[in-house]
T-cell receptor, first 112, second 114 residues
Framework: KQEVTQIPAALSVPEGENLVLNCSFTDSAIYNLQWFRQDPGKGLTSLLL?????REQTSGRLNASLDKSSGRSTLYIAASQPGDSATYLC???????????FGKGMKLTVNP | DAGVIQSPRHEVTEMGQEVTLRCKPISGHNSLFWYRQTMMRGLELLIYFNNNVPIDDSGMPEDRFSAKMPNASFSTLKIQPSEPRDSAVYFC????????????FGQGTRLTVV
């Protein structure tokens, strides 16, 4: 059974820091990995999608990498801002099915 | 496109009542997912459909829960009878059929059973 882990569960940093958020998964047979952002009381907003054949994807200050063989992904946030405060979730799309399996998320607080 | 649309946004009901949550996926998306989110368990997949057919309902917690997708543009998740432990945020998501594509989520329905 695929399990997705995000550690730590919460992180508080001062504004301007470069951040690395970690995600690990137990079964490397995946179609893709997706990073989401969730603001309090809101739905999930897709940030980046990395296909299983790709190593990384970039969007603005965000860069996500994927090492499928080791079951790891990282989300890099450059020059963090208070507006980046949210919960970040990673999810993998299982190979052989269309299930999207989520980690429990990491709550990020960026202090001004 | 307006994205995935869920209704209602909030629902408060008494224990024992029937609750129906609704979802309209993005037009052209053939896969639809229902998730439940709680603080304790995070996001749990309840059921998903492909081309209106339920593919995996192993996440449905018990027989009180049922889901239907009568056509490509509408799905319902029903709880009958509802219990306080069903209180959670229920999300619907859709993707195009191909597994390698992005999933889009609705804004969720916050259900409170008192």
């Amino acid at each position: 059974k695929q399990e997705v882990t995000q550690i730590p569960a919460a992180l508080s940093v001062p504004e301007g820091e470069n951040l690395v958020l970690n995600c690990s998964f137990t079964d490397s047979a995946i179609y893709n990995l997706q990073w989401f952002r969730q603001d309090p009381g809101k739905g999930l907003t897709s940030l980046l999608l990395i296909q299983s054949s790709q190593r990384e994807q970039t969007s603005g200050r965000l860069n996500a990498s994927l090492d499928k063989s080791s079951g790891r992904s990282t989300l890099y946030i450059a020059a963090s801002q208070p507006g980046d405060s949210a919960t970040y979730l990673c999810a993998v799309r299982e190979g052989g099915s269309e299930k999207l399996v989520f980690g429990k998320g990491m709550k990020l607080t960026v202090n001004p | 496109d307006a994205g995935v649309i869920q209704s209602p946004r909030h629902e408060v009901t008494e224990m024992g009542q029937e609750v129906t949550l609704r979802c309209k996926p993005i037009s052209g998306h053939n896969s639809l997912f229902w998730y439940r989110q709680t603080m304790m368990r995070g996001l749990e997949l309840l059921i998903y459909f492909n081309n209106n057919v339920p593919i995996d309902d192993s996440g449905m917690p018990e027989d009180r829960f049922s889901a239907k997708m009568p056509n490509a543009s509408f799905s319902t998740l029903k709880i009958q009878p509802s219990e306080p432990r069903d209180s959670a945020v229920y999300f619907c998501a859709s993707t195009p059929t191909l597994a390698g594509t992005e999933a889009f989520f609705g804004q969720g329905t916050r259900l409170t059973v008192v």
